[in-house]
T-cell receptor, first 114, second 112 residues
Framework: DGGITQSPKYLFRKEGQNVTLSCEQN?????MYWYRQDPGQGLRLIYY???????QKGDIAEGYSVSREKKESFPLTVTSAQKNPTAFYLC?????????????FGPGTRLTVL | QQPVQSPQAVILREGEDAVINCSSS?????VHWYRQKHGEAPVFLMI?????EQKGHEKISASFNEKKQQSSLYLTASQLSYSGTYFC?????????????FGTGTRLTIIP
């Protein structure tokens, strides 16, 4: 069964700690994305990767880091430099190509920093 | 720059129709529509490409007016299952430097 998974569903961390959110897909998609969702602000792009070992900053990359060592995996690290990390984080994948296609979203991770 | 969606929220009775608009200040190549139920991931509805193509998906259809840089999502004879937040995502014409940018969403509530 193909899909995209994120873990954990809920995550609690103390202020000042780094935390890594997992995102895995078995859809054989080239492109992967990380979005942050806050109430009333829609989906904002943090980082994206169109191919293994390459990634680009999105609109709100400050305080976040990513890696793309494998096609299936695109973990996101929320660092202590991120001023307001409490949010709902969504990972998505897409087949890739010259134009945007349907994005498949994971179930999300709700991060709460205490 | 985020596209602007209107209205921000709407409440309808089952069976009524709804229109959700998405406007951009940039020339667009495509518009994407997603629906997100509370606490869940967004789910793809449809993509409209430059050329004014209208698409349909069951009782949900959409249009794209490239001259006005605007797309509208039409929900006909709404069902309870249509409740959720609808997002448009826009892709500017000069692809290569632009990313898919989502609007802030329209919350649709269908009541019996």
């Amino acid at each position: 069964d193909g899909g995209i998974t994120q873990s954990p569903k809920y995550l609690f961390r103390k202020e000042g700690q780094n935390v890594t959110l997992s995102c895995e897909q078995n859809l054989n998609h080239d492109a992967m994305y990380w979005y942050r969702q806050d109430p009333g602000q829609g989906l904002r792009l943090i980082y994206y990767s169109q191919i293994v070992n390459d990634f680009q900053k999105g609109d709100i990359a400050e305080g976040y880091s990513v890696s793309r060592e494998k096609k299936e995996s695109f973990p996101l690290t929320v660092t202590s430099a991120q001023k307001n990390p409490t949010a709902f984080y969504l990972c998505a994948s897409e087949a890739g190509g010259p134009y945007y296609n349907e994005q498949f979203f994971g179930p999300g991770t709700r991060l709460t920093v205490l | 720059q985020q596209p602007v969606q209107s209205p921000q929220a709407v409440i309808l009775r089952e069976g009524e129709d709804a229109v959700i608009n998405c406007s951009s200040s940039k020339a667009l190549y495509s518009v994407h529509w997603y629906r997100q139920k509370h606490g869940e991931a967004p789910v793809f509805l449809m993509i409209l490409l430059k050329g004014g193509e209208q698409k349909g998906h069951e009782k949900i259809s959409a249009s794209f007016n490239e001259k006005k840089q605007q797309s509208s999502l039409y929900l006909t004879a709404s069902q309870l299952s249509y409740s959720g937040t609808y997002f448009c995502g826009t892709e500017a014409s000069n692809f290569g430097n632009e990313k898919l940018t989502f609007g802030t969403g329209t919350r649709l509530t269908i009541i019996p």
